[in-house]
């Protein structure tokens, strides 16, 4: 009898833990992604189809965060690893690493566009990273991401396709929008100023000249000297630089004192350039990122 309960509560045990997932598991196919701008797209390619991880807090400076150990073991179990490349994640190189050599598939964004070099600064010549101030760049990324998906187990490609071909929709409608708002802009205001590089592809996409930022390189863990704050004003006061953008997610002291220095009236706007927001932040998502952008830059050139 003491027997026949002891097997009963045994099986009883194996029902229940099997009916449980561990913390954090799902059984939809596992895919992780560093940074919350890539994190929103492939949320939006793959829909309901996987659970989709991202690394990158709202908020969040991209060149710097850092992961649990969690996060790390989950990249090397993960179905798919989604990373920017190009050096932006510049804290997380030795995960992607590691998770590679555990046989994760990783796809870094970085190597489907077409790469545009830095053009000034301390990292003149070397592969700028973000590509994702230019909409036609991210339907490569779609691309690449839907035929990434398409080998993990578990995902319907027919329902992939359609998911996928209707942000790619959105992205076309977002290029023609940004296209059509940039107009109101002459072209001898075409001119950008930031608080570190970040504007070069969608320079190149809408016509626009990057003067110069106030950290003279791809990363926002350099810091500028005197001499590269007054290089930088003299380019402001030559272009007749209205408004210097600063990225919302990084403190402004430094753009304020370069508009002292530059001796001329010049407005300070905030971008959000380089993180997503919360819900209420303003650009919780990569398309109300954009138009927000893309709004604040025509309100801080056009005559």
Known sequence: MRRAALLALTAVAGLVLSGCSHPGTSEKPQVVVTTNILGDITKEVLGDQAE???LMQPN???HSFEISAQQAALMGSADLVVSNGLGLEEGLKQHLDRAAKAGAPVLAAGEVIDVVPYSSGDAEGAPDPHFWTDPAAMIDVVDAVEGAARDIDGI???KLASSAAAYRDKLTQLDTEMTGAFAAIPKERRALVTNHHVFGYLAKRFDFQVVGAVIPGGTTLAAPSAADLR???EAIRGAGVPTIFADSSQPDRLVQVLANEAGVQVQVAELFTESLTGP???AATYL????ANTERIVTGLKP
């Open 52 to 54: 989709v991880t991202t």
């Open 60 to 62: 969040a400076d991209p």
């Open 156 to 158: 319907d490609p027919t």
């Open 231 to 233: 290089q930088l004003s």
């Open 280 to 282: 209420d932040g303003g």
């Open 288 to 291: 109300d990122m954009m138009r």
